[in-house]
């Protein structure tokens, strides 16, 4: 059983304030959806549990199984069982898939892994992904598609099985197929191996195949609103807009308007994700 707890954490970027007291628990077997308009500060707050120096933590903690978090290098969060499927899978030349992986599980481990088991892993996470047989002696996401690299994030996860795990946009770039091939993957994964969940979509779609436990709506690097799964309906139906009514919120404070509801489906062909 882990719990990442957040509490009255506020973050800047170059002296720019953009998230503000924000408070949010995730504990194992929980699927926590975050939701809101751009810019809002949905990726900050990820890239910020993961250790993104690119952020500055002026306020607040972040606390894994009663450890310090803020403390703790990127790796050593990673070690922790902290996992970030990132919004733009970066690209590795010269680094193969099957060396980035095997040196990510044995650094969690007491003794490498032997390589039978490795690959034995690794053959299976590829073949639920229904990626490409070569995927393991590829350069890490060089050449690859939008889709490929979203899926080869969760060939990931499936591989380090983290504790919490959070997914930013993975949906963005998958076509419908793929889309419920990677719910698919990651509710097999969730149900193995119960790992709190902290899932940002814009999608309706996604939601409906992960039936996250509780949803937030973070606006103005604020967490809003919280409930559950009728609260993405409501959204996908109506926007935000009744939220800034009924919290007297602003939206022109961050440059946003409210027009737009929730993506309803991928298409047959890849889509490009709200970002």
């Known amino acids: 059983m882990s719990t990442l707890e957040i509490k009255d954490l506020s973050v800047s ?20 959806a975050l939701m ?17 120096p690119d952020y500055t933590v002026t306020h607040g903690s972040i606390m894994l199984d009663g450890k310090d978090v803020l403390s ?8 922790a069982g902290i996992f970030l499927a990132m919004q733009y899978p970066i690209e590795i030349p010269g680094v193969t898939n099957s060396d980035f992986l095997k040196e990510a599980i044995n650094a969690r481990r007491e003794s490498p892994i032997r390589l ?23 350069f890490l996401n060089q050449g690859f598609s939008g889709g490929e690299k979203k899926r080869n994030e969760i060939v990931q996860m499936k591989l380090l099985k983290p504790s919490i795990a959070m997914l930013d946009e993975t949906d963005s770039g998958l076509d419908v197929d793929a889309l419920k091939l990677v719910a698919d993957a990651i509710l097999d994964l969730h149900q193995t191996a119960p790992m709190g969940m902290l899932v940002v979509s ?3 779609r996604f939601y409906d195949y992960l039936h996250p436990s ?26 935000y807009d009744w939220i800034y009514r009924q919290y007297g919120i602003d ?25």
Request: hydrophobic letters at 30%; one cysteine or more; a neutral charge.
């Open 72 to 79: 703790m290098s990127v790796d050593q969060r990673s070690k």
């Open 116 to 138: 039978f088991e490795f690959y034995r892993l690794m053959e299976g996470a590829i073949h639920d992904l229904k990626m490409k047989p070569d995927l393991a002696h590829r």
């Open 36 to 52: 809101g308009p751009n810019g809002n500060g949905k990726s900050t707050l990820l890239s910020t549990i993961m250790g993104d």
């Open 13 to 32: 970027v170059n002296d720019k304030p953009i998230l503000s007291n924000l408070s949010l628990t995730v504990n194992s077997g929980e699927i926590h």
């Open 214 to 239: 509780h949803v937030h709506v973070l606006i103005n690097g604020s967490i809003i609103l919280s409930g559950e799964k009728d609260l993405i309906e409501r959204i996908d139906s109506e926007g």
């Open 251 to 275: 939206p022109s404070n961050n440059g946003k308007t409210s027009s737009g509801l929730l993506g309803t489906c991928a298409t047959k062909g890849a889509f490009n994700g709200n970002l």
């Open 202 to 204: 814009h999608y309706k």
